[in-house]
C-alpha cells in the first residue's frame, strides 16, 4: 500500500467526521448517554461509585515506590509488568462518561528480589498535551460527546494511547487501535512520540491485540472504519517493518482483536457497521449499528500471501476478545469471549463510570471450529462463564492448547458491580473450570500468566494486580497457575489507588 492509497483510506473517514478506526458499540443506547454531564461518581453509593472515583484524581506522575511481597518471589519472576490503562476522565467542567475514553497512563511494576517498584506516567499524546493547552477536552470521545467538539483530519489527533503496550526491541509501545503506537521510554517512563514505521504506514491504524510468533515475530492489524478494508502489519523480532498491506473484507467497522494459526490470520468480524444517517454531534459508538439478523464472518488470511483462503457465516456474537486458535487436520478453532449483547455491554460501562449499578456482562467461553474442506462452522460453549480477559501460555500461540486462564465475576461480587473479582482457569481436556474469587471488595485487573522455565503447558504463575474499593490501595498477587484455587502464593500491598486499566504483558529480565 502506497501513501496515496492510504490518504485516500482516510478522507473517506475524514468525510463523515470520523476516525478511521472502530468503535466498541453502537447506537444501542439513548445518545443523552454519551453526554459528558454525567453525574459525578460521589452522588450514589453503588458499588462502582468508589471503582468511578479512582478516576477523580489521578496525578500526572506516580513516582517510584519500593513494596515488599510477603512471601519470596519465584526466581522466574525477575522482570517488569508493563499496563496500560485509561486515567485521565476530568478537564475543567467535562468528564468523560464512557471507561474507554481516559487519557492513557503507562504503568511500571519492576520485580527484583522480594519487592515490587511501581511507577506510572501519564502518555503524552498530541491529543493529551492539545488538552492541556486549551484546559478542557477538544474533541468527541470513545463513548462521550464533548461539547463544542472540534473535527479533526487525522485519527491521531484523538489518540489517547490508552489500551495496551508492547515490548519491541528496545522500545516500549503505547497501543490504542485507531491509530499510531506512542513510543515510551521504558525507564523513565517519558513519551518519545509516535511510531512510525515508513512514510506509507504514518498514522495508520494498529492494533492494541498484536499476537507475537515463537520466534519474535508481531502480527497486527488495523480497522479502517467506512471502508470494508483491513490493513495487515508483520514485523520481523527486531521491530522493524516486514509487510504492510490492505485487503478487502466484510463488517470491519469495528474489530478489536483476531487470533493467528500455524498458516492463518483469524478475524471474527461482527455485524457492526458505520451508520452515515447518525448525527455528527454524537459519540462514536452511538454512530455504529448492529444489523440484527445478519450474520458474524470468519475469516481465514493466508500468512504467505496475506489473502483471503476461507470465509464462513455464523450465528452472530459480540465480544471484545479472543483467546488461542490452532490448526489441526482440517479444522481451526478460535476460543472466543462472547458478551451478552453489545447494547449491554455499553450501557454496563457507562453506568459505572457514573458510579451507578450495572448488570453483568452475560459473557460465556465459545470455541468456534471451521472446517477447513467444507467451510461449515460449528460453536461450542464452554463451563467457562461470566469471564474475560483471556490469556494462556503464549509458548503455544497459535498451536492447541489445554489451558486458558481469565477473569471472571464471582457470586461475591456485589449487585450492581461492575467488574471482575476472581481469577479462573479452564482445563478443556478435563472441562472443569476451578480458580480463587478475591471477594466482594476488589476489582481485578488483568492477570498475565508468566511460564515457568522448563515447564510443560500452562506451568507457571499468573500474576496481576487488584483495586480495593475500600481502601487506597493495590494489591498485586502471584497464583500458582495450576493451582489458582490455593490462592496467592504471594502478595505485595501497594499503598496507591491506582486506575483500573486493560491490558498489560511481562517482560522477563
Known sequence: MNRRDFHRLSARGAALGLPLTGAIGSALVPSAASAATAPPATATSSANALWAQAYDAVPEVWTPLRVA???????????????????????????????????????????????????????????????????????????????????FARPDEANVGNISVLPLGRELLALWEAGSPWRVDPDSLDTLGRKVWSPASDGL??????????????????????????????????????????????????????????????????????DPQAPRNAAFIDRLRWRDGEPSVMLLVDKDTLTVSHRAELPAHAFFHLGNAWREADTVTLQVMSLGGMASTMTAIRAAMAGQPAEGLGSAMLEVRMGLNDRRVRVERTPMRDAEFPVWDARRTGQPTRHLMALAAAESLPAGGFGFNAVRRFDRVSGQVSGFDLGAGMLADEHLFVP??????GEGWLIGTAHDRQAERTVLSVYRAQALGDGPVSQAVIPRRLPPGLHGRFQAV
Open 205 to 274: 491504524p494498529f492494533s492494541a491485540h498484536p499476537r507475537i510468533e515463537t520466534d519474535g515475530s508481531v502480527w497486527s492489524f488495523g480497522y479502517l472504519t467506512g471502508s470494508s478494508r483491513l490493513a495487515l502489519w508483520r514485523l520481523r523480532p527486531d521491530g522493524s517493518l516486514a509487510t504492510l498491506r490492505v485487503i478487502d473484507a466484510p463488517n470491519t467497522d469495528m474489530v478489536h482483536d483476531f487470533a493467528i494459526t500455524d498458516r492463518h490470520l483469524v478475524f471474527l468480524l461482527m455485524p457492526l457497521r458505520l
Open 452 to 457: 515457568q522455565p522448563g515447564g510443560g503447558e
Open 69 to 151: 511481597f510477603d512471601r519470596p518471589l519465584p526466581e522466574a519472576l525477575s522482570g517488569t509488568i508493563w499496563r496500560n490503562g485509561p486515567a485521565r476522565m476530568r478537564r475543567g467542567d467535562t468528564r468523560y462518561t464512557h471507561w474507554f475514553d481516559g487519557d492513557g497512563m503507562v504503568h511500571s511494576f519492576r520485580l527484583r528480589g522480594d519487592a515490587v517498584v511501581h511507577a506510572g506516567k501519564m502518555i503524552r499524546t498530541d491529543k493529551y498535551r492539545a488538552d492541556e493547552a486549551a484546559g478542557r477536552f477538544l474533541r468527541d470521545g470513545f463513548g462521550t460527546a464533548v461539547p463544542g467538539s472540534q473535527p
